[in-house]
């Protein structure tokens, strides 16, 4: 099959997830063609990524005029399509948080987007998140190009549904994806139980980089913790922080790295300085998919103490290199991450839960954590295997063509 994949940017240092869903596709024998919105070149620091940003295109690097002509094109081979899915742009703009004129916008890009479509002869084309990719996926659909699927992650889909007309991109779509069992359910309640059967369960998958079991790789009873993750308000950091303020004072010896950066970096790095935790905390900023696994590997174990998440990938990653994890019972999380079996999890927002855990990681003997290790692997193996889940998907993208 030829596919066609649409993201609001892509390649993305957090979103290795669909680099990965993408390359196993190819694997299989299908051709794959990369579609963005925009570039984060920027940002990106892992050579993968920089080779599939040479294999993308990207709508907002298109000039004026190839908009306007695309736009053109589509108005008179589809008037009266053109129309109806102006209107609808209208309609869901006035009722969402982005306004009329941006969904007008989405609607002059997804005209590139039905182009780029007969140019490549897709005959599917999937959209990862709910929000303004598959908007402008949907509007391509509805000028006549190829029907369309796309993943629902979470969380920022699940915090404001109405806004995102998400439950009129699953009346559309040919099917949808969630990544948990959560997602799947937060969708059913968007629409009628008779659109439930388009709600399919296909999760992120890692693939063998950590999946070839490595039986060298022992636990790791250092005391450093690695939290991996943007540095905003919904992964938790500054609660990260005053637990490890509360631990120096109890005189318990640990370090904590923050891999990642994001909008509240002067703020952590703030509070850093406002605890005196300067000679326990570091922030990595930007790191590679490779820098990140060699941190999991030199560290005790994975904490991320978030307050809205859908099933973060790193999680997986530090299971998978069996290393336990701290988290918190949100969205899918629970289903893979078990307290008591490969890790701990701990009420959203409790810092002294948070604190508690943490403590008892550091505590926890060499035996133990080689059990929560294995136990930990084999749970990713199982729910997360990136030629078994990718098989899932590739079999719905056929069944959607036939």
């Excluded at 070839?212 to 500054?238: F, T």
């Excluded at 103490?305 to 990938?313: T, W, Y």
Aim: charged share 20%.
């Amino acid at each position: 099959m030829r596919i066609g994949y649409f993201t609001n940017q892509y390649p993305k240092v957090s979103h290795s997830f669909i680099r990965r869903e993408i390359l196993a596709l190819e694997v299989l024998g299908h051709t794959v063609q990369r579609f963005a919105l925009q570039s984060d070149e920027a940002e990106l620091v892992d050579p993968v990524d920089q080779n599939e940003f040479a294999k993308t295109f990207y709508v907002l690097l298109e000039s004026n005029l190839s908009i306007i002509m695309a736009c053109l094109l589509v108005i008179f081979s589809h008037p009266v399509k053109f129309l109806s899915t102006l209107y609808l742009a209208v309609k869901l703009g006035f009722r969402s948080d982005r306004g009329t004129l941006r969904h007008i916008a989405y609607l002059l890009e997804s005209c590139v987007l039905v182009k780029w479509q007969k140019q490549k002869d897709i005959e599917h084309i999937h959209a990862h998140f709910g929000t303004n990719s598959t908007m402008i996926v949907m509007f391509s659909y509805l000028l006549g190009g190829v029907g369309y699927s796309f993943t629902v992650h979470g969380p920022e889909e699940f915090d404001k549904p109405e806004f995102i007309s998400l439950a009129e991109k699953i009346k559309h779509s040919r099917f949808v994806v969630a990544i948990s069992s959560f997602g799947r359910s937060q969708l059913f309640r968007l629409v009628p139980a008779d659109l439930w059967d388009k709600v399919k369960v296909v999760h992120c998958g890692l693939d063998a980089e950590f999946l070839a079991r490595d039986e060298n790789i022992r636990p790791n009873i250092s005391k450093q913790l690695l939290c991996v993750g943007r540095l905003c308000e919904q992964k938790g950091q500054l609660l990260l922080l005053e637990s490890m303020r509360s631990l120096r004072d109890s005189g318990i010896d640990c370090t904590l790295v923050l891999a990642g950066d994001g909008p509240m970096r002067s703020e952590v790095e703030s509070r850093i300085s406002e605890y005196n935790l300067a000679d326990r905390v570091e922030i990595t900023g930007w790191i590679s998919s490779e820098q990140v696994k060699r941190l999991l590997l030199e560290s005790r174990g994975l904490v991320l103490p978030s307050f809205a998440e859908g099933l973060p990938v790193v999680i997986m990653e530090a299971l998978a290199l069996s290393r336990p994890v701290i988290t918190t019972y949100v969205a899918g999380i629970p289903e893979l991450v078990k307290s008591g079996s490969n890790g701990w999890l701990i009420p959203a927002g409790n810092t002294q839960a948070l604190t508690t855990a943490m403590n008892e990681l550091l505590s926890t003997d060499e035996e133990t954590l080689a059990l929560y290790g294995r136990n930990g692997y084999e749970a990713v193996n199982e729910l997360h295997n990136i030629e078994i889940e990718v098989k899932k998907i590739a079999s719905l993208f056929e069944d959607a063509c036939k």
